[in-house]
């Protein structure tokens, strides 16, 4: 007969992710579950030839494993990239913006071109439906998987990639897509309505498939239309979906983006405070960062970009739509915080430059210079834009209604370093150095918030019961050193991290005893 095996987490102090005071005490875990959880002087109970793994936290923290509540690493995840595990991550949630990496149409390229400046990936990937996807990604190494199915991946499943407005079948088509998904796990679905196609659904669109998310008891997430001069009219617009539909809505990486749009913000968080105070279940969610990274194809018209790449590039060559597109490019953009991330090629010549500087550099002016770069790169271009504020964000992090994500993306140039660095730099330098929140605080919204959000009755949580995601960290030093333009640095201070009750990271920690003492 096989000994028992049981991990102790000793001496450490506890951050339940409720949200409540931390306190001093151990945690048993036994397999994949925790089995008890007790303040010092309590003793955890096994058999006296148990097999015991002892972590002395004696000094650090222990809190459940770090949720992602907003990641797009839905190919990553298969790959099993550690840049999510190291900063404590033990649970993502892809499929975010519209993107998701299912259903696959009847041309799988359609869905690959709309999706790999976000998703990046190679060629060959893409799933027929959510099941198919979710039982690979339960196979991943390196986190659980929860997925939302794309909007603007149902939208080029049914009707290609176009932003015109669906007829009636197709729309009754999507919504049947959504159920099915929704049936076979997916966690809810999430609109992009800043990228074609999805910038062509109209409300209505929105609103029968946020019926069906609510009917399923699932989440409607949204990146929407516009985070700058109608971004009041964006939130208002999602709040009404949820107000007719009855169903839950988290509202994506909220923010104001662009000084002279910054004092918008405070409208659109008292619009979203009333919504609630009404009855709407609604809430948003933040990363704690000034610049946001995306496609360079953001700052055009999105009807630009109506049947794909191919039609773009098309249009940009044409001399009467490339005016028309030049005229309607975003007039908010601050070129100088446009930086370029990753390009198709030639990337010496662009990757850390502003549309600005090399605008500057080439004697013409950056709308025309951002469809030319666009040009040279077959559209292959992601950007950093600097646009945001210190006290905006510290009044959205700081808000009750926020969770904290990366909106991690990966490229292949130079990805935002909130993809390897977010939860370090939340507890290092948000929490400890300008102590905008507790601790407790900053743990509750990226584990109990955001596992209540979607329904993750099991995880985010030091309880006994729960399934053993947990993050150990040093609160005295956890830090991060990643820059914008050196982001790829591991953080320091993550000193071990379990999933599934199963070690993931380990910085030495773990010692092997004959039994409880």
Same mark, same amino acid.
């Given at each position: 007969?096989?000994?028992?095996?049981?991990?102790?987490?000793?001496?450490?102090?506890?951050? /339940?992710? =409720?949200?409540?005071?931390?306190?001093?005490?151990?945690?048993?875990?036994?397999?994949?579950?925790?089995?008890?959880?007790?303040? %010092?002087?309590?003793? *955890?109970?096994? *058999?006296?030839?148990?097999?015991?793994?002892?972590i002395?936290?004696?000094?650090?923290?222990?809190?459940?494993?770090?949720?992602?509540?907003?990641?797009?690493?839905? +190919?990553?995840?298969?790959?099993?990239?550690?840049?999510?595990?190291?900063?404590?991550?033990?649970?993502?949630?892809?499929?975010?913006?519209?993107?998701?990496?299912?259903?696959?149409?009847?041309?799988?390229?359609?869905?690959?071109?709309?999706?790999?400046?976000?998703?990046?990936?190679?060629?060959?990937?893409?799933?027929? #439906?959510?099941? &198919?996807?979710?039982?690979? !990604?339960s196979?991943?190494?390196?986190?659980?998987? %929860? #997925?939302?199915v794309?909007?603007?991946?149902?939208?080029?499943?049914?009707?290609g990639?176009?932003?015109?407005?669906?007829?009636?079948?197709? $729309?009754?088509?999507?919504?049947? $897509?959504? /159920?099915?998904? +929704?049936?076979?796990?997916? !966690?809810?679905?999430?609109?992009?309505?800043?990228?074609?196609?999805?910038s062509?659904?109209?409300?209505?669109?929105?609103?029968?498939?946020?019926?069906?998310?609510?009917?399923?008891?699932?989440?409607? #997430?949204?990146?929407?239309?516009?985070?700058?001069?109608?971004?009041?009219?964006?939130?208002?617009?999602?709040?009404?979906?949820?107000?007719?539909?009855?169903?839950?809505?988290?509202?994506?990486? $909220?923010?104001?983006?662009?000084?002279?749009?910054?004092p918008?913000?405070?409208?659109a968080?008292?619009?979203?405070?009333?919504? =609630?105070?009404?009855?709407?279940?609604?809430?948003?969610?933040?990363?704690?960062?000034?610049?946001?990274?995306?496609? $360079?194809?953001?700052?055009?018209?999105? &009807?630009?970009?109506?049947?794909?790449? *191919?039609?773009?590039?098309?249009?940009?060559?044409? *001399?009467?739509?490339?005016?028309?597109?030049?005229?309607?490019?975003?007039?908010?953009?601050?070129?100088?915080?446009?930086?370029?991330?990753? !390009?198709?090629?030639?990337?010496?010549?662009?990757?850390?430059?502003?549309?600005?500087?090399?605008?500057?550099?080439?004697?013409? &002016?950056?709308?025309?210079?951002?469809? &030319?770069?666009?040009?040279?790169?077959?559209?292959? %271009?992601?950007?950093?834009?600097?646009?945001?504020?210190?006290?905006?964000?510290?009044?959205?992090?700081?808000?009750?209604?926020?969770?904290?994500?990366?909106?991690?993306?990966?490229?292949?140039?130079?990805s935002?370093?909130?993809?390897?660095?977010?939860?370090?730099?939340?507890?290092?330098?948000?929490?400890?150095?300008?102590?905008?929140?507790?601790?407790?605080?900053?743990?509750?919204?990226?584990?109990?918030?955001?596992?209540?959000?979607?329904? +993750?009755?099991?995880?985010?949580?030091?309880?006994?019961?729960y399934?053993?995601?947990?993050?150990?960290?040093?609160p005295?030093?956890?830090?991060?050193?990643?820059?914008?333009?050196?982001?790829? %640095?591991?953080?320091?201070?993550?000193? #071990?991290?379990?999933?599934?009750?199963?070690?993931?990271?380990?910085?030495?920690?773990?010692?092997?005893?004959?039994?409880?003492?």
């Amino acid at each position: 007969m096989s000994q028992a095996e049981y991990t102790v987490f000793e001496g450490g102090t506890i951050i /339940d992710g =409720s949200g409540n005071p931390s306190f001093p005490g151990e945690v048993v875990i036994q397999g994949e579950r925790i089995v008890s959880v007790g303040r %010092v002087g309590t003793r *955890p109970v096994a *058999p006296q030839d148990a097999i015991v793994n002892v972590i002395d936290c004696a000094g650090y923290a222990v809190a459940p494993g770090f949720i992602d509540a907003h990641s797009h690493s839905d +190919l990553q995840v298969l790959q099993n990239r550690t840049e999510k595990l190291l900063q404590g991550v033990t649970t993502e949630v892809v499929g975010n913006c519209g993107f998701s990496a299912y259903p696959l149409p009847d041309k799988p390229e359609l869905l690959r071109e709309f999706a790999n400046g976000i998703l990046y990936g190679d060629e060959r990937w893409g799933w027929n #439906s959510a099941s &198919d996807y979710l039982s690979v !990604a339960s196979e991943s190494k390196t986190a659980t998987v %929860v #997925s939302l199915v794309g909007h603007g991946s149902l939208r080029i499943k049914v009707a290609g990639n176009t932003s015109r407005a669906l007829t009636a079948r197709e $729309l009754d088509l999507t919504a049947g $897509l959504l /159920d099915e998904a +929704l049936q076979e796990g997916a !966690a809810g679905f999430s609109s992009g309505l800043m990228y074609a196609p999805g910038s062509g659904a109209s409300p209505e669109e929105l609103t029968t498939l946020a019926r069906v998310a609510a009917r399923r008891g699932k989440v409607y #997430s949204t990146h929407m239309r516009s985070y700058s001069a109608g971004l009041v009219d964006a939130v208002e617009e999602q709040i009404s979906i949820a107000e007719a539909s009855g169903c839950r809505l988290e509202i994506s990486h $909220l923010q104001a983006a662009g000084e002279d749009f910054w004092p918008l913000q405070q409208r659109a968080v008292d619009a979203i405070e009333q919504a =609630s105070s009404r009855g709407v279940d609604v809430a948003f969610d933040v990363y704690p960062w000034l610049a946001g990274s995306t496609v $360079l194809t953001q700052v055009l018209p999105q &009807d630009a970009l109506d049947g794909g790449i *191919p039609q773009l590039l098309e249009r940009l060559r044409d *001399p009467a739509h490339r005016e028309s597109i030049r005229r309607r490019i975003k007039p908010e953009a601050r070129w100088t915080g446009v930086v370029i991330t990753s !390009a198709a090629d030639n990337e010496f010549a662009l990757v850390g430059r502003s549309i600005q500087d090399i605008a500057d550099e080439r004697g013409n &002016d950056p709308q025309s210079v951002a469809m &030319d770069i666009l040009l040279e790169q077959e559209a292959k %271009v992601l950007i950093v834009e600097h646009c945001q504020s210190v006290d905006n964000l510290h009044a959205l992090l700081t808000h009750p209604m926020a969770t904290v994500i990366t909106d991690g993306v990966y490229t292949r140039g130079r990805s935002h370093p909130r993809l390897y660095a977010t939860f370090p730099l939340l507890l290092g330098e948000m929490v400890r150095e300008r102590g905008w929140l507790t601790i407790e605080e900053a743990v509750h919204k990226v584990t109990g918030k955001p596992a209540a959000t979607f329904h +993750l009755h099991e995880r985010g949580r030091i309880a006994g019961g729960y399934i053993a995601d947990i993050t150990v960290f040093d609160p005295k030093a956890v830090h991060t050193n990643a820059t914008y333009e050196a982001p790829d %640095v591991p953080p320091t201070g993550i000193k #071990s991290v379990f999933r599934n009750g199963r070690i993931a990271v380990d910085a030495g920690m773990v010692r092997l005893t004959s039994a409880i003492e």
